[in-house]
């Protein structure tokens, strides 16, 4: 009882609880088992975002905490210091993750060829951004003057 919204991997579950709690279970690999932050997933987490391996929850505060596979952006520790605080919200495809963060700025992780490597076109996405979508192996970004910059 208390659950208010549920996301799922490929073959794990991950449950948010009214109180900002997150319960998990399944495949233990691709974030059925998120012992490894569970202190951070106590309370405080406003959504969770899932892809075929790994989860992504936004807490209250703006930071995002990830777990479950680590080439699917269950390990987010290469840009921890970018997703630590003011993100708004966190767009999950096949096997990579894009946060927006409030000034616009899209951070990615995950595994490189679907997206999680923005690289190519960093310059595009340091501000300005509105929205970003995810198909399969690839995302789109929105900006705030009309333009649509790819990559994946």
Do not use: H, Q
């Not at 009214?18 to 987490?45: K, M, N, Q, R």
């Not at 989860?55 to 269950?74: H, I, N, Q, R």
């Amino acid at each position: 009882a208390g659950v208010s919204s549920i996301v799922g991997t490929a073959w794990a579950f991950a449950a948010l609880k009214e109180a900002g709690e997150v319960v998990t279970w399944g495949d233990v690999g691709i974030g059925g088992d998120f012992s490894a932050v569970a202190d951070l997933l106590a309370a405080g987490v406003s959504s969770i975002f899932g892809n075929d391996g790994a989860f992504a929850a936004l807490k209250e505060t703006g930071e995002v905490v990830t777990w479950g596979d680590p080439y699917c952006g269950g390990d987010s520790a290469a840009i921890a210091d970018r997703i630590a605080a003011a993100v708004s919200s966190i767009v999950g495809n096949g096997m990579a993750f894009a946060a927006l963060k409030e000034a616009g700025e899209v951070v990615t992780w995950g595994a490189a060829d679907c997206g999680g490597d923005s690289c190519a076109v960093a310059e595009s996405l340091v501000a300005g951004v509105s929205s970003i979508v995810g198909t399969a192996w690839a995302f789109a970004a929105l900006k705030e003057a009309g333009e649509v910059v790819t990559w994946g």
